[in-house]
Every structure is written in C-alpha cells, then in structure tokens.
Nanobody, 123 residues
Framework: QVQLVESGGGLAQAGDSTKLSCTAS????????VGWFRQAPGNKREFVGS????????YYADSVQGRFTVSRDAAKNTVFLEMNDLKPEDAAVYYC????????????????WGQGTQVTVSS
C-alpha cells in the first residue's frame, strides 16, 4: 500500500511564505509525477501545481503562478510546494498526489493521494 504523507501546514499571515512536503513510502516515488491540490470548505478540490517525473517540468494553476513553486529532492524521496506571498484565499487543505504513468496535468489520472495538510492564512 503506497502512502503519501504531507507535512508543513499550519497558520500563516497574508504575505508570509511556507513550504509543504510530500513524502512516500514507495521508493519509486522519485520516478513518478507529483501534483498538489487544495480544497477549501465548500469548494471543489482544485489543482495547484505539479512536477513531471522525468523532465522535472512544472505546471501551475493561474491563481498561484509566480507565487508557488513545486520542486523535488529525489534523494529524500520528497516533493515540495513552496508558497510565497500567501493570500487568505490560499487557505485550504493541501493534498499531494502521484501519477505512476508520468502524466502531470490537472486532470490526472492521479493514482495515489495523501491525507492532506491544513494551511490557514490570516489577513
């Protein structure tokens, strides 16, 4: 059973920066594409950004482009979501997901999901 675990959430103020991590129990994780999604109360889950498994290319939602960065540390089997200039509308539960077939667009398919980590942003 593959497990993805997010960490790094918490309370931030508008304008702050924070960094989320996604680690996996599966060594192959470093060869998968990984995406970040978020869901705020009452809203549908939305795509935030992703990183491709081979090229390391990244892709972002318009709402976070230029503020958020997805990166990978293969040696640590970890993918990061660095969030800068946080806004109250960024508050949500953030999830990481992995795609074993290399796809890294918003629609997936995404094969594995983490349990999520809460990010709260105060104005």
């Amino acid at each position: 059973q593959v497990q993805l675990v997010e960490s790094g959430g918490g309370l931030a103020q508008a304008g702050d920066s924070t960094k989320l991590s996604c680690t996996a129990s599966e060594a192959s994780f470093k060869r998968w594409s990984v995406g970040w999604f978020r869901q705020a109360p009452g809203n549908k889950r939305e795509f935030v950004g992703s990183i491709a498994r081979s090229s390391g290319s990244t892709y972002y939602a318009d709402s976070v482009q230029g503020r958020f960065t997805v990166s990978r540390d293969a040696a640590k089997n970890t993918v990061f979501l660095e969030m800068n200039d946080l806004k109250p509308e960024d508050a949500a539960v953030y999830y990481c997901a992995a795609s074993t077939d290399g796809y890294y667009g918003p629609q997936g398919p995404w094969d594995y999901w983490g349990q999520g980590t809460q990010v709260t942003v105060s104005s």
